[in-house]
């Protein structure tokens, strides 16, 4: 049964939903409650900066990859109260509005509508004071579900605060404090977001200090009555406890899944699904081990930042030759974004400046850095000649993301793809009886047709 929920989101992209989001996390964890967390949309960054706060992973809601039902049974199984002190904390994406194809669907405010959740409104004061009385009004009169609960209002001080908290609440919504300006807690980004948690230094203790600062300028108290005043009873999922038994241990498929500093980006769900499916998940690191591990049946090389790491990936040439080798012998893989950059002969960071690095040369072509968005948003991904699914599967359409800033000089041409808006379609990919690459990050649950056809792949090759 869930327990006490807040949907923290904001007008727009930058506002400081991530701040605050893993500075509420640590706060509402140093007071003594159970803590889960959840990223709308289909970001993989903010999750980890999540999880550095809670040491457990965050979860991804995304309405575009799942249904309303499955939606909310995620939310509810990794959300399972265990005492009246459990809370769940959800991060916006974008603005609380802004959905797929230009409409809300999809957005912030659909799935706290579909969780049943109060939402949180950030507003940044930078640059104003009075006129955010406008803003938040503007984002009440769209509130048709009457899901906005509370207001902090960031970027400012005590006396802006003080001086609009009556005219605030004078709308129906707490105003539940301020954050003012902190100079030195700065999350950098780069082309594909944030910076990754493990590169700022002395994260923790900025963290630390930023807790204590919301300690002060956020009233804790009421903020708990506004997430715990809406939480409904919630409906019957399945919880850990519940889940099926996978077998023995040694009736588990090994499958090796490069987990580094530059491999990285995973749905939870995926890898859940995954296991829950009967698979046993052995990481490895493409930049420090020296080959493949042992006894494994199938290969995933998920994204990431290799650019970054390029000189060092290609300096592991036992590795480079250990991934060659497993996959011309036809063990089957999966292959997406930063993986897929890897299989190439080589990745080119820098043209002007002759920076191209060696890399498995299992596709021979080049990627290269274009200076630009390639690719990016909401895609489907099909199988349309049964390259990769097989022909009793249900369905050839599985649903992805894209987000990139790098390209390939031959991307192949196997999967069919579609972009949200129906209006942009283009042939990408390379897919094959044992193996599907593409720059496209795919979330299984959409199809969970697929993930079993790979699995199924995965115990033939044994």
């Not at 930023?210 to 919880?239: C, F, H, M, P, W």
Request: charged fraction near 25%.
């Amino acid at each position: 049964m869930s327990k006490g929920k807040m949907v923290i989101a904001a007008p727009g992209s930058g506002r400081g939903k991530t701040m605050i989001t893993i500075g509420l996390i640590k706060l509402l964890q140093k007071k003594g409650y159970e803590v889960s967390s959840f990223k709308c949309g289909p970001d993989y960054i903010d999750p980890m900066f999540h999880k550095r706060v809670l040491n457990v992973p965050s979860g991804n809601l995304d309405l575009f990859f799942t249904d309303e039902k499955t939606t909310r049974k995620l939310f509810e199984k990794r959300s399972v109260a265990k005492g009246e002190n459990h809370i769940s904390i959800v991060e916006g994406v974008m603005g609380l509005y802004d959905g797929t194809a230009n409409t809300s669907e999809a957005s912030t405010y659909h799935v706290a509508k579909v969780i049943d959740s109060p939402v949180i409104l950030i507003v940044d004061c930078k640059g104003m004071s009075y006129s955010a009385l406008a803003v938040i009004r503007g984002f009440l009169d769209m509130d048709s579900e009457g899901l906005i609960s509370g207001v902090i209002l960031n970027r400012t001080s005590k006396k802006v605060f003080d001086s609009l908290k009556t005219s605030i609440e004078k709308m129906g919504v707490s105003a539940l404090g301020y954050v003012p300006v902190i100079k030195d807690f700065n999350l950098q980004s780069r082309h594909l977001g944030l910076m990754m948690p493990h590169e700022i230094d002395n994260l923790d203790a900025e963290i630390d200090k930023l807790t204590d600062i919301l300690d002060g300028s956020i009233d804790t108290e009421q903020l708990l009555e506004v997430a715990y005043g809406r939480a409904g009873t919630g409906n019957k999922t399945e919880s850990e406890s519940d889940a099926k038994d996978n077998g023995d241990d040694k009736d588990k498929i090994r499958i090796a899944v490069a987990m580094d500093e530059a491999f990285c980006f995973y749905y939870e769900e995926n890898l859940g699904l995954l296991e829950s499916l009967g698979a046993r998940i052995v990481p490895f690191s493409p930049i420090h081990d020296e080959k493949l591990p042992d006894n494994i049946a199938g290969l995933i090389l998920g994204g990431g930042y290799p650019e970054l790491y390029a000189g060092q990936l290609s300096s592991n040439i036992s590795m480079r030759q250990s991934i060659a080798n497993a996959i011309e012998k036809g063990m089957p893989s999966l292959a997406e974004c930063g993986g897929f950059m890897y299989l190439h002969k080589r990745i080119i960071t820098d043209e002007a400046q002759n920076n191209a690095f060696e890399m498995a040369g299992v596709i021979d072509a080049d990627c290269y850095y274009t200076g630009k968005l390639v690719r990016f948003g909401y895609i489907s991904f099909t199988d349309s000649e049964s390259r990769f699914m097989e022909n009793d599967s249900a369905g050839k359409t599985i649903r992805g993301h894209e987000f990139h800033y790098f390209d390939s000089t031959a991307n192949g041409e196997d999967a069919d793809i579609v972009k949200v808006s129906g209006n942009i379609q283009y042939k990408a990919g390379y897919l094959a009886d044992n193996h599907c690459w593409s720059f496209a990050h795919l979330y299984y649950l959409s199809n969970t047709s697929f993930i079993k056809t790979f699995i199924k792949k995965c115990r033939r090759f044994i």
